[in-house]
């Protein structure tokens, strides 16, 4: 902006300026590219006061010390959000208290002396927050108490502000920007602060860009990591961050949903010194709708980042996951053991985890005969699976069946079929849904504990179960890796669960990894879990030992998260699967789910706090 030209702009997270317009030209209040919402003196309604030409410059208003005196401005904005007020004025001698009035929030202001009519300075006033893009005036007034001098005014200016705190690196190096911590330079892109967003969104506008401003105290290089989030149909966008004197162009991919943020890492910076550094993004090119969501820009310490394998890119990017099994995923350990993992590797990454398991539940729609004593047939997930995807709305489901699918009989090619034939099913509905699938093969099966209880080949039916049905699991589990080949994410955990077994057996011939045979206790759902986080690509080293200490112990906040994400699934388990709906008696309905997810919004408060 030049010293004889001004530039208001109003958007979401803005400030108001004031700056002076082309002299004695009629001007009206604008909105610039960067977002700048400009008042002018020459465009005001003036209500007691004059419009005074100063020499080489443009017009001012003119505030008498005395008397109900307004100048006032009506503009509409095309964006919300937060702006630093600035004021554009001159006065020989203290003018004393003023008041400034927009949208309706009221602020006394009282500007110093600048030395003469003619010496004009720019000033911030206060920062304001504007809720909505509706049309809103501008008004300022001489009449308040205390004025003692003439004031001069050329222009007000609302100028886009950060909506966050400033931004410190921390203690292990990193340097996080988030979004509502970034100066927006843009007519339409705006934080939006709403729970489910959170993010720098309607970025229609590829001329709209943002930055930040943030204190480096430990110099370095750094991995640029870009949380972003963009709709099926909307990628292709050609972008670039700019920090350090570097540019990192990237193309944004979609993620099949703007709010389905993935880590992108999009290259290196060397930040050479301490002190103020600042990082941009800006589109070059918009390829369809939308350029793209973001959360988070990280800058990790380039020795210690941790980007997801392409396997975990799956769960990081997703917003929900819903994970489908029978009572072992129920029960929750394995489920939350990952879970919290992921909160802790991925902390940007704000996954919800919904274990909507079902005791009893199968995928084949098979029930042995006197199942639970006579008192019902098991209960099957296709039933259910069309309110699960239409009123849990998953991004992703993590599928463990198996177990109960063969009833606990010998192994039957009918039977076999049944469970291949619900597995399809399964992935095809979701399929339909947009919904991506990941199955976990399923657990093993104990007659060790059974000891008296099983039944051998041979027979006509099975009260009691087959004493070598774990070889039927076997080939269930064999069938679901067979598929890999067809482009399956199928994670094993059945035939590591075997060989855990057999060595520990080597040591202590009556060691368990189900009290019943069938229920994983404990360190059965931990060896679940590590196979998961094996896929997921977890360091072998804390994964290799007979429980989950050594994983959680190697961050500092490992065993407060878990117990939080415990906590969590409490909460949510029995009201999502009520709220759902399912063929199983007996079940704790839970709390109303309103009341369970506020609840949880609160345990989800702290798993996450603000920097």
């Not at 003196?41 to 080489?56: E, I, K, M, Q, Y």
Request: net charge neutral; with cysteine; aromatic share 8%.
């Amino acid at each position: 902006m030049s010293a004889h030209s001004f530039a208001v702009a109003l958007a979401a997270g803005c400030w108001l300026a004031l700056a002076p317009a082309p002299a004695l030209q009629a001007a009206a209040p604008v909105q610039s590219p960067d977002g700048q919402i400009q008042f002018p003196a020459d465009a005001a309604n003036r209500s007691g006061v004059g419009l005074s030409p100063t020499t080489g410059s443009s017009p001012a208003v003119v505030l008498p010390p005395s008397g109900a005196v307004s100048a006032r401005w009506d503009f509409k904005p095309t964006r919300w959000g937060r702006y630093d007020l600035t004021l554009n004025y001159a006065a020989a001698a203290t003018p004393g208290v003023l008041q400034v009035e927009v949208a309706g929030q009221v602020f006394d202001v009282a500007p110093a002396a600048t030395g003469g009519n003619d010496r004009f300075v720019e000033k911030t006033l206060t920062r304001l927050y504007l809720p909505k893009s509706d049309p809103f005036s501008v008004e300022l007034r001489g009449n308040a108490t205390g004025r003692a001098a003439e004031l001069l005014v050329r222009s007000l200016s609302l100028i886009p502000a950060p909506e966050g705190e400033a931004i410190t690196q921390s203690p292990d190096g990193r340097i996080t920007l988030h979004s509502r911590d970034a100066t927006t330079h843009s007519v339409m892109m705006r934080y939006e602060p709403a729970t489910n967003k959170n993010c720098l969104g309607y970025w229609v506008n590829p001329a709209d860009w943002a930055d930040w401003t943030f204190t480096v105290t430990q110099p370095g290089t750094f991995d640029v990591v870009v949380w972003q989030g963009c709709g099926t149909g909307q990628g292709g966008s050609d972008v670039a961050v700019e920090a350090g004197g570097s540019r990192l162009p990237f193309v944004v991919e979609e993620t099949g949903h703007f709010q389905n943020f993935v880590p992108r890492h999009v290259g290196r910076v060397t930040l050479q010194t301490p002190g103020t550094h600042t990082l941009a993004i800006k589109p070059q090119k918009k390829k369809a709708g939308a350029v793209m969501d973001i959360r988070t820009i990280q800058l990790v310490p380039a020795q210690t980042r941790r980007d997801p394998t392409p396997a975990a890119r799956d769960w990081v990017g997703a917003r929900r996951i819903v994970v489908l099994g029978d009572s072992i995923t129920y029960a929750g350990g394995w489920v939350e053991f990952v879970e919290a993992w992921l909160h802790l590797q991925y902390p940007d990454a704000r996954l919800e985890v919904l274990n909507l398991g079902l005791p009893s539940e199968t995928v084949s729609g098979l029930s042995e005969p006197g199942h639970a004593g006579g008192s019902f047939p098991r209960p099957g997930v296709l039933e259910r699976l069309g309110r699960v995807l239409e009123k849990a709305k998953p991004d992703l489901i993590v599928a463990c069946y198996g177990m109960n699918d063969g009833i606990y009989y010998p192994l039957g090619e009918e039977r076999f079929q049944k469970f291949q034939d619900g597995i399809r099913q399964l992935r095809d509905r979701a399929a339909k849904a947009g919904v991506r699938v990941i199955h976990v093969t399923p657990p093993v099966f104990d007659p060790l504990p059974l000891a008296g209880r099983t039944l051998p080949a041979g027979r006509d039916a099975y009260p009691s179960p087959y004493e070598g049905y774990n070889t039927v699991l076997d080939r269930y589990s064999e069938w679901l890796l067979s598929q890999r080949a067809q482009g399956w994410d199928v994670i094993s955990t059945h035939e590591p669960m075997n060989q855990y077994l057999a060595a520990k057996r080597q040591t202590d011939p009556k060691f368990i990894l189900a009290g019943d045979g069938v229920h994983a206790n404990p360190t059965g759902h931990w060896v679940i879990a590590r196979e998961v986080l094996r896929h997921l690509g977890a360091p072998d080293a804390p994964l290799n030992v007979d429980g989950p200490v050594a994983l959680f112990a190697a961050d500092p906040r490992g065993a407060e998260v878990l117990d939080l994400v415990r906590q969590r699934q409490a909460v949510l388990k029995d009201a999502w699967l009520t709220a759902v709906g399912h063929q199983r008696p007996g079940m704790n309905p839970g709390k109303p789910l309103a009341e369970a997810q506020r609840d949880a919004e609160a345990l989800t408060a702290k798993l996450h706090p603000a920097p």
